[in-house]
């Protein structure tokens, strides 16, 4: 076996574990491969053991991946920050969009979205920190961009994603993540009832974020190494 293949069945045992023990059912939480970085040849190895879902951060390199391997059944989730200029990219190759914090974009996303493709699944990303500079709406804008997103033909808003601030301490961790699964709440209340997508969890938090309710947690350096 490859080492991709070693480390995929590690990770998969971890969120086995933590569904185990915060009670969440088991094969409740979705596990997305974030490739960015990696060569097409990594992605396919874990394909070859049975990894569907990638997670890319670069619209180029989602292209040239997404071509490159074109004749696997893949899904592509795009992760990553995206400028206006880059939406024709993610529009044409991402079945998944989880960094969604403009309705500009969205606009874009859903009108270069090619015809025959299905409507593109999206997460709004929140910024639950309140850090400055990051990328993601802060949970009181989140109604009226879930209102505006929603609305758009062509795109299926899904759910919430964050990439909270980086800490080692799980109780903190776990903050951060249940103040996304609060936001989520908030928009269920509200009416939103059809989102059922918390993209939430990393290589070093995973486990916190399965605590807090996570349904798809992206994983890049315990399945692919560290990058560069
Ligand atoms: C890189 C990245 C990940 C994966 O991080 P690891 O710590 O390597 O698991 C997850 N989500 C986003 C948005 C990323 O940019």
Redesign the pocket.
């Known amino acids: 076996m490859s080492p991709i293949c070693d480390r995929l069945e590690a990770v998969r045992e971890r969120i086995r574990a933590a569904e185990a023990r915060f009670g969440r059912p088991e094969g409740s939480v979705r596990l997305l491969a974030?490739s960015?970085t990696k060569p097409a040849q990594a992605v396919r190895e874990a394909f070859q053991c049975g990894q569907h879902a990638f997670?890319e951060?670069y619209a180029q390199e989602l292209a040239e991946k997404a071509e490159a391997l074109a004749g696997l059944d893949l899904e592509w989730h795009y992760?990553?920050p995206l400028q206006s200029n880059k939406t024709r990219l993610v529009a044409a190759h991402a079945h998944w969009m989880h960094s969604l914090d403009r309705e500009k974009i969205a606009r874009r996303l859903a009108a270069q979205r090619p015809d025959g493709l299905p409507p593109l699944q999206v997460c709004l990303q929140v910024n639950v920190s309140a850090e400055p500079q990051k990328a993601g709406v802060l949970p009181g804008e989140l109604p009226a961009l879930a209102e505006a997103v929603a609305g758009i033909e062509g795109l299926s808003l899904r759910g919430l994603m964050t990439?909270p601030a980086r800490s080692d301490d799980f109780d903190s961790q776990r903050r951060a993540f249940a103040r996304l699964r609060q936001c989520l709440e908030d928009l269920q209340a509200r009416g939103f009832t059809g989102l059922d997508t918390l993209s939430m969890g990393?290589?070093?938090d995973l486990e916190a974020a399965i605590a807090e309710g996570a349904t798809l947690v992206?994983?890049?350096?315990?399945i692919f190494g560290p990058r560069d």
């Open positions: 974030v960015k997670g951060n992760i990553g990439l990393m290589t070093g992206r994983v890049g350096t315990a």
